[in-house]
T-cell receptor, first 114, second 114 residues
């Protein structure tokens, strides 16, 4: 099982659609979780941290289920500008001997069409 | 705009050249990172510096040599690289090197080895 697995994508959706990304992680000792967004030929940028209680930032909602080792990102009313690759990221201190390492999923590409 | 600044943005070098990538942050962060990202792949950790000391080297070949002159600067010295080393090299920083700390990326340096 890969350390962090995401939906393969790509997701092609019309403007205004609701889209959900899912992610699972294999290390039950993982301690912090993030969604990053990466535009083509740009650096990854933090979209939001993910907390067990769930958190919302405008049109974006992130959820964490520690028991199932599952993370999700919901985008409502998607915009053309949401088109990007969304990276599920897990930070595991002392994971595999590497301290404070960010483990990236392979990313899911989202294309929002007019 | 990112507060982690990388130079140069683009670099083309021959296999016998010696060059350096530079990274600077003025957020008072005490952890700095080098990541390598190939096309359509997630970033891969290369090095972590914590309080100006190298704390993680992810089995990176010695042709890559990191240096942290002070808490704001991080360099990556390149020597005798191979064409397969061509990639986007991302510098990042966080408050400290630990779980839960958000990692902020620079815009990256695009390296082509010819």
């Amino acid at each position: 099982r890969k350390e962090v697995e995401q939906d393969p994508g790509p997701f092609n959706v019309p403007e205004g659609a609701t889209v959900a990304f899912n992610c699972t992680y294999s290390n039950s000792a993982s301690q912090s979780f993030f969604w990053y967004r990466q535009d083509c030929r740009k650096e990854p940028k933090l979209l939001m941290s993910v907390y067990s209680s769930g958190n919302e930032d405008g049109r974006f909602t992130a959820q964490l289920n520690r028991a199932s080792q599952y993370i999700s990102l919901l985008i409502r009313d998607s915009k053309l500008s949401d088109s990007a690759t969304y990276l599920c990221v897990v930070n595991s201190w002392n994971y595999g001997g590497s301290q404070g390492n960010l483990i990236f999923g392979k990313g899911t590409k989202l294309s929002v069409k007019p | 705009d990112t507060e982690v600044t990388q130079t140069p943005k683009h670099l083309v070098m021959g296999m016998t050249n010696k060059k350096s990538l530079k990274c600077e942050q003025h957020m008072g962060h005490r952890a700095m990172y080098w990541y390598k990202q190939k096309a359509k792949k997630p970033p891969e950790l290369m090095f972590v510096y914590s309080y100006e000391k190298l704390s993680i080297n992810e089995s990176v070949p010695s042709r890559f040599s990191p240096e942290c002159p002070n808490s704001s600067l991080l360099n990556l010295h390149l020597h005798a690289l191979q064409p397969e080393d061509s990639a986007l090299y991302l510098c990042a920083s966080s408050q400290v090197a630990g779980s839960g700390n958000t990692i902020y990326f620079g815009e990256g340096s695009w390296l082509t080895v010819v």
